[in-house]
Structure formats: C-alpha cells, structure tokens
C-alpha cells in the first residue's frame, strides 16, 4: 500500500472551507484514496474515497489531481463538529488493513 | 442502535490478568478486524478474520489471541495482561464484496496496571 503524507495540524474558521491537502505520489493505478476522521478517541469514522474521478458526498468533496499523486478533502462549510484528526489512507481492495499513520489534526476555530 | 458494537467501554486490570474484549455487529459483514491505537499514533492491525473460525494475524498479535465463533461477534483476548497493552481498542467491520470501507465501533479504552 503506498505511502501518505499530511501536515500534522491545521486550523479552519468556522463556516469556511476546511481543504487538507495529502500527498500519495507512490499510489499505483489500482489503489483507491480513502479518508477518515476520528473525534476525540471515538471510532474513526468513514468519509470518502475515490480511484482518479472527484467525488463529493454529503459530508465533502474530494478532489484527486490528475496524475492521482496527491488528493484534497474538502469540508465546504466547516463547523466546530469538524474538529478531528484527518486521515489520508491510500490502498488497493486487496488489501487486509488501513494504515493510518498521523494524519492532520483539524481545529475549527469559532 | 450502533451497528458496531463492543464491550466493555472502558476497563483497568492488573498486570498477568486474563482480559476479553467483545465485539458485535449488526452489519451482516463478513469480515471483522481487531486494532489498538496508542496516544498520538494511528491504528495498528492486532488479528483480522474474513468469515467464521477464519483468523489471520495482523502487524502486532504477540500477546493477543482472538475467537470467531459466529459471523456477528469477533472477541480479542489478552491471555496475561502487561501494562504495554494499555491502549485504545477498536473493532471495525468490512463487507465482502464492494470498496474497502471499514466501520468502525467506539472503541475499548483498557488500562493495564
């Protein structure tokens, strides 16, 4: 599974869009990007993924470069229910499990 | 009600103590993972079973062992408990078929004294 990088915290006003960048540039043409979020030690919870088109869903957009190396999420209206750690998880479906490294360390401000 | 779930919550016990976390899902998937998060880091994969009595072990087993004796539960046991387990515990549930989509339950917060 290739490998992500993501900036280790950033901070957000509320009720602007929240965009975390991450770079995957070893990602290989069968790999899907996949993000996560966890709020304060709950369970991490489902995003979005997406192989090469852009997706959006109800919870963000995600917006994957064309040459697929590196990906951003979107929160289009960020709220203080946003605050949590981002993770950027790039694998194949033949995978048997997520790593999910350190992610970015959302903080909406009010 | 969670679709993922597991206990208990939260738990302290002593050093060389038999402890078993439960977890349930009411998913209907096949496939059930067992990981530990430690402060500041990610999830690691502990033990992974793809269907009844199916077991795989993950990146760090040593010290675990887990059962699965009925497609909606999937138990993680520490035979002798040491305080480097003290860690957060998750279980988290895939669907055969379909994108790698993982769901997750809230978690076992375990303190080994």
């Known amino acids: 599974d290739a490998k992500t990088t993501q900036p280790p915290s950033m901070d957000c006003a509320e009720g602007r869009a929240a965009n975390l960048p991450c770079n995957h540039s070893?990602?290989?043409?069968?790999?899907?990007v996949y993000w996560y979020r966890q709020i304060h030690s709950q369970g991490p919870q489902y995003i979005i993924h997406?192989?090469?088109n852009n997706e959006t869903n109800e919870m963000a957009s995600l917006i994957i470069t064309e040459d697929r190396k590196s990906s951003t999420l979107i929160l289009p209206h960020a709220t203080l229910r946003d605050t949590a750690v981002y993770y950027c998880?790039?694998?194949?479906?033949?995978?048997?499990?997520?790593?999910f490294g350190t992610g970015t360390s959302l903080t909406v401000i009010p | 009600d969670a679709d993922v779930t597991q206990t208990p919550r939260n738990r302290i016990t002593k050093t060389g103590k038999r402890i078993m976390l439960e977890c349930s899902q009411t998913?209907?998937?096949?496939?059930m993972y067992w990981y530990r998060q430690d402060p500041g880091l990610g999830l690691r994969l502990i033990y992974y079973?793809?269907?009844?009595?199916?077991?795989n072990k993950g990146e760090i087993s040593d010290g675990y062992s887990v059962s699965r004796q009925a497609q909606a539960k999937f138990s993680l046991s520490l035979e002798s408990a040491i305080p480097n387990q003290t860690a957060l515990y998750f279980c988290?549930?895939?669907?055969?078929?379909?994108?790698?989509?993982?769901?997750f339950g809230p978690g076992t917060r375990l303190t080994v004294l």
């Open positions: 070893t990602i290989s043409g069968n790999e899907y």
């Open positions: 988290a549930t895939k669907d055969r078929g379909g994108t790698d989509t993982q769901y």
């Open positions: 997406g192989l090469k």
């Open positions: 998913k209907g998937h096949d496939r």
């Open positions: 998880i790039v694998r194949g479906n033949t995978g048997n499990q997520f790593y």
């Open positions: 079973s793809f269907d009844v009595k199916d077991i």
